[in-house]
T-cell receptor, first 113, second 113 residues
């Protein structure tokens, strides 16, 4: 009964480094998304996907890439990390539907020095 | 641009007291969800309200969706320390290829024993 699994839990990067945040769900959800959470800003949508092979931009996509090769996995890539990307990142998934519940992972705390 | 404003931002009360948290917007949403988030974890859905004027109760928590579907409130009766957490409202709108949620900045509630 894993739900949405995110790795790593914590990560420290230097400016300019690249990395991938991993997200996997075992609920066969079509929809997956990435949010970032900053103090006083709530959760902001970075990218989302409505199915394998389909991705789209959210509110704050700059500096991030995504791909969806399988239903289960939705990795988030930072190609050249910047201090402004210091944040807590959450992956979330749900079934397709108008008012369906979002299931969140436990988050990745990322610091960019 | 923060479409959903939550107030108050912080709230500290004694066990047994009542409280209300507000979520306001100038935009109309097709539905509104309330989540609770605990430290180190992702948000967990509490309720979804869909119809203008709708009231839903979850034990000691009462949720109301405004008649114009632009605002919502969460009322907690006889708060307990277990109610401590970050409460987030999220409004749903169709954008791009799927319904998207816009999150408020949250209300940090602390209930003291």
């Amino acid at each position: 009964n894993a739900g949405v699994t995110q790795t790593p839990k914590f990560q420290v990067l230097k400016t300019g480094q690249s990395m991938t945040l991993q997200c996997a769900q075992d609920m066969n959800h079509e929809y997956m998304s990435w949010y970032r959470q900053d103090p006083g800003m709530g959760l902001r949508l970075i990218h989302y996907s409505v199915g394998a092979g389909i991705t789209d931009q959210g509110e704050v996509p700059n500096g991030y890439n995504v791909s969806r090769s399988t239903t289960e996995d939705f990795p988030l890539r930072l190609l050249s990390a910047a201090p402004s990307q210091t944040s807590v990142y959450f992956c979330a998934s749900r079934v397709q539907g108008f008012n369906e519940k979002l299931f969140f992972g436990s988050g990745t705390q990322l610091s960019v020095l | 641009t923060q479409l959903l404003e939550q107030s108050p931002q912080f709230l500290s009360i004694q066990e047994g007291e009542n409280l209300t948290v507000y979520c306001n917007s100038s935009s109309v949403f097709s539905s509104l969800q309330w989540y609770r988030q605990e430290p180190g974890e992702g948000p967990v859905l509490l309720v979804t309200v869909v119809t203008g004027g709708e009231v839903k109760k979850l034990k000691r928590l009462t949720f109301q969706f405004g008649d114009a579907r632009k605002d919502s409130s969460l009322h907690i009766t006889a708060a307990q320390p277990g109610d401590t957490g970050l409460y987030l409202c999220a409004g749903a709108k169709r954008a791009g290829s799927a319904r998207q949620l816009t999150f408020g900045s949250g209300t940090q509630l602390t209930v003291l024993p």
